[in-house]
């Protein structure tokens, strides 16, 4: 767990510059086929497909910028922070699947993406604890919201054009999660930057 002193690590600004753009990028390439195939919002993809360039954009420039950094000397702590990461990764791979077999088993379709995007949330609380970014528990919990009010509010058999409406709601839901959050690191990042190379 970080200390206040290791949070301006150069590991952990570029670790926070990767959690920071991959999720707005992987959010925005998940959600955004969802709406434009449903065509239910036609007004509303062009407003969100500007908003997501955006935010990607500035997150790249922050990521390329974290990477010009010189490597931090805690060579085996970041060791160990790859491992974890990749530890809760598989975990969250080989849950998803296990989830979606039982889901196709039972003919739950509609269940899929709110159970794949609640397991999703619930990797992000380990993440918080393990790198230090308390944000993590906001955006894990948002998730697991979006996702269980899309199961209790959104009807089995509604559809969104030719799209079921569960997953576009829950994917739009945790993408707005994801890029409300995603505001907080950039912030964080830009003053860590600007005092990295001040």
Not at 179 to 197: D, F, P, T, Y
């Amino acid at each position: 767990m970080h200390t206040p002193d290791s949070r301006k690590d150069k590991a952990y600004i570029l670790g926070l510059s990767i959690g920071t753009f991959w999720p707005i990028a992987a959010s925005t390439g998940f959600s955004l086929p969802l709406l434009l195939i449903s065509g239910v919002w036609p007004r509303a993809e062009w407003v969100i497909l500007f908003t997501a360039v955006v935010l990607i954009a500035a997150a790249l420039r922050l990521l390329v910028q974290a990477a010009k950094l010189l490597k931090a000397a805690h060579v085996k702590a970041r060791r160990q922070a790859r491992r974890k990461f990749a530890g809760i990764v598989i975990a969250e791979i080989l849950l998803i699947a296990l989830v979606n077999g039982v889901a196709f088993y039972f003919s739950l379709i509609s269940w899929l993406i709110p159970l794949d995007l609640l397991i999703v949330g619930l990797h992000f609380f380990p993440l918080a604890r393990w790198f230090g970014v308390p944000r993590y528990h906001v955006l894990g919990s948002l998730f697991c919201l979006v996702s269980i009010l899309t199961l209790i509010l959104v009807p089995s058999g509604a559809a969104a054009g030719p799209i079921i409406a569960r997953y576009l709601v829950s994917s739009l839901g945790c993408a707005a999660s994801t890029w409300l959050i995603s505001i907080g690191s950039m912030l964080e990042l830009q003053r860590l930057l600007s005092a990295a190379v001040g």
